[in-house]
């Protein structure tokens, strides 16, 4: 607001200057209103000093009291060593008693605003400064330059794109080799003013802002980064240059962007590469001799329709393209360019969620080291692999969730295959052994197929027969002798029958044959599993009767018998393993109690919900539950019938008096009935030889 000169005199109320003796005859006529309003002030001064002493005094206390404490004292935060830790605080800056020579401060999720010298308690001698989670729009102009130790800051969810409004740099930042300035509005242009003079910055995370653009001098000021993270950013143009400067450079995040594409791509030093999520349509390498030592590429969730154009030599590990829109692994679509680049090092390749239908082998005939191919959730309609050379390090296949109706594998073609995945295919008929060709495969999933299993008349160590057993289904598959396999999934693939030693010289740890609605067990059909099978599923197959005698198998530990149309348990013998069991959603009413008695010896978890069971016929499962020897986890909704209730008694709720009662009663009821009945056959009797003594007395008279 501006000032104004004014003339020697006072102004009157109508504006106009008064002279000198005016003036005086005017102090005059005040100068007893003006006692009477002095005394009045003094008045109110005397009571506001009173007042403001009053206030003051237990803060002139306090402040005695803390000058006396020792000056490390820092109640709200927690000191460790040469750290001070103060997060959550609702704090506006460091504590005033902060220790000397702190290394680390931690001033996250407080309400820091203005970042100066005060804020950070003139402090200067930090390794490593936190302020994320702050709301911080100003920084002190050389507030950093001082700070010579400073390795690490912080300054991540703030809202720094206010302090580059005012154009000035943050720097320099003469020490700092980690820098997060993610989470803080910033768009194109405005990282220049973190990044201007910082000589030793190797890490930077720029992620969560707004930046669309990466000019060609944007880093031109942290030539020493390695890491840069521009994750979850609107990048749409990358300057050609931008990153040549960085010679250091070795890690380069650009995940979650807007980028289209990729030409000419030249970081011959950078290690990993994350491009997915962006709108990639094409990904090309420049077409040099030299050697890439990118180790990681990440291409998943973009739209490419063709393979990407790769380093010609290279040394890349690992490559994910999944979730495209890959239609053949030909490089831009020709033909006779499948790929150009040797991925002789390359051991891990996702090629899932694309629209792939077909691979052919010559595709691997470079790729030897490979250990993990997942092509799942593609339209692949026939997979087959004879030659012996192109995959032996391979372990894990994921073929799951095509359009499979072929699979054919060479003989010793991959021996080093350990799990494959086939769930969710049309496999209808195969290869009678193509299991056994797989030496080392643990790990089988085929369930959500249509497979028949052949049965198995094999004596242990007898050579696998050439021809199938006459009484096998055409087109069944065989699962004996498959000597490494421990892991096996058949649920939803329509079984109808169990053969007899389906698994003979099979060492299944777990079998899972669940929804295979009729499914008929041979009493013999987990014959040769009775020393290695730990794990049994057998639910939703509408099972009313099992057949097949559980405890001969003296490892399994885990049953499960859900959903089905079970009416008894089968058998159990003293020696049995079982330590978990599911009977939920049976037809059971009632529990053997020499079953129970023998379950009992090792059995740890029973769950028994959703069964008709009769309350006063099972009262040995009554006494185990209340021992606590076995854990029912869905005791809350085992019930059982009871005749004196019109509504399912919980299990926790029944006692053994409400059954003796109920026996009692129904004894005294039988003895009524008993007693009614006699009676009228008394009466009845009386009746009768009444009637016949009168007919006797008339013809006596006649």
Not at 482 to 509: D, I
Not at 599 to 608: A, N, P, V
């Amino acid at each position: 607001m501006r000032r104004e000169s004014q003339p020697r005199g006072a102004r009157g109320p109508s504006g106009r200057y008064r002279s000198a003796s005016g003036c005086v005859r005017a102090r005059r006529g005040c100068e007893s209103e003006m006692f009477g309003r002095d005394r009045q002030i003094g008045r109110r001064l005397r009571a506001s000093a009173m007042a403001a002493f009053q206030l003051l005094f237990p803060l002139l206390v306090s402040c005695a009291a803390a000058s006396a404490s020792p000056a490390r004292s820092l109640p709200p935060c927690q000191i460790v060593q040469m750290d001070v830790f103060c997060s959550d605080l609702s704090l506006r800056g460091a504590p005033v008693n902060l220790p000397r020579d702190v290394q680390i401060l931690d001033l996250s999720r407080n309400q820091v605003q203005n970042l100066t010298q005060e804020t950070l308690g003139y402090q200067t001698g930090f390794h490593h400064l936190n302020l994320h989670s702050n709301k911080i729009h100003f920084i002190q102009p050389g507030l950093f330059k001082d700070m010579t130790d400073l390795k690490i800051l912080n300054l991540s969810r703030n809202h720094l794109n206010v302090f580059t409004l005012s154009k000035n740099n943050i720097g320099p930042l003469t020490a700092v080799e980690s820098l997060d300035l993610s989470s803080n509005g910033l768009y194109t242009g405005m990282s220049d003013y973190f990044l201007a003079d910082s000589p030793s910055l190797t890490n930077l995370s720029l992620n969560s802002n707004s930046i669309t653009k990466i000019a060609q001098n944007t880093f031109s000021g942290s030539s020493s980064l390695k890491k840069i993270s521009l994750h979850n950013n609107v990048i749409l143009e990358i300057e050609d240059g931008a990153f040549d400067s960085l010679h250091h450079l070795t890690e380069l995040d650009l995940s979650k962007n807007s980028i289209t594409c990729i030409t000419d791509f030249n970081l011959y030093n950078l290690k990993v590469l994350n491009l997915s999520k962006n709108s990639m349509e094409l990904f090309q390498s420049a077409s040099s001799s030299q050697l890439y030592n990118l180790l990681y590429l990440d291409l998943s969730e973009n739209k490419m329709l063709y393979f990407p154009f790769l380093p010609r030599v290279n040394v890349l590990e690992y490559l994910d393209v999944s979730r495209n829109h890959l239609q053949s692994v030909n490089v831009s679509g020709s033909p006779e360019k499948r790929t150009n680049a040797l991925l002789k090092q390359l051991k891990y390749l996702d090629m899932s969620y694309n629209q792939l239908k077909s691979i052919p082998e010559s595709f691997f005939c470079f790729m030897g080291k490979l250990e993990v191919l997942n092509v799942s959730n593609n339209c692949i309609g026939s997979f087959a692999l004879a030659n012996k050379g192109f995959l032996p390090n391979l372990k894990i296949i994921n073929l799951s969730y095509n359009s499979l109706q072929s699979l054919t594998f060479g003989e010793n073609t991959l021996p080093s295959l350990e799990k494959l995945f086939l769930q969710g295919n049309d496999l209808t008929t195969l290869d009678h052994q193509v299991f056994q060709k797989l030496p080392s495969v643990l790990y089988l999933q085929l369930q959500q197929n249509n497979l028949k299993i052949c049965a198995s008349e094999q004596k242990q160590y007898e050579p696998a027969l050439t021809d199938q057993n006459h009484h096998d289904p055409p087109g069944c598959v065989s699962f004996s002798s498959v000597r490494n396999l421990h892991f096996l999934y058949l649920s939803e693939n329509n079984l109808q029958t169990l053969p007899a030693n389906a698994f003979a010289n099979t060492p299944l740890k777990l079998l899972d044959l669940s929804l295979n609605p009729g499914l008929d067990m041979d009493k013999d059909s987990l014959s040769g599993l009775e020393h290695s099978l730990v794990h049994l599923l057998l639910r939703e197959n509408n099972i009313s009767r099992l057949n097949t005698d559980l405890s001969l198998l003296k490892s399994l530990k885990r049953v499960d018998l859900s959903t089905n149309q079970l009416t008894s348990l089968p058998m159990w013998n003293k020696e049995s393993s079982i330590e978990s069991l599911n009977l939920q959603h049976n037809n059971l009413v009632t529990l053997e109690y020499s079953t129970m008695l023998a379950l009992e010896h090792s059995l740890k978890t029973l769950y028994m919900g959703s069964n008709p069971l009769n309350c006063c016929s099972n009262l040995g499962f009554l006494h185990m539950v209340q021992r606590s020897a076995v854990v029912v986890p869905d005791i809350e909704t085992v019930t059982c019938v009871h005749d004196d209730f019109s509504e399912p008694v919980n299990i926790e709720k029944l006692t053994e008096g409400m059954c003796h009662g109920s026996g009692t009663r129904a004894y005294v009821i039988v003895i009524v009935l008993a007693l009614l009945a006699a009676m009228i056959v008394t009466v009845l009797l009386v009746k009768c030889c009444y009637s016949r003594k009168r007919k006797r007395d008339r013809s006596f008279s006649a």
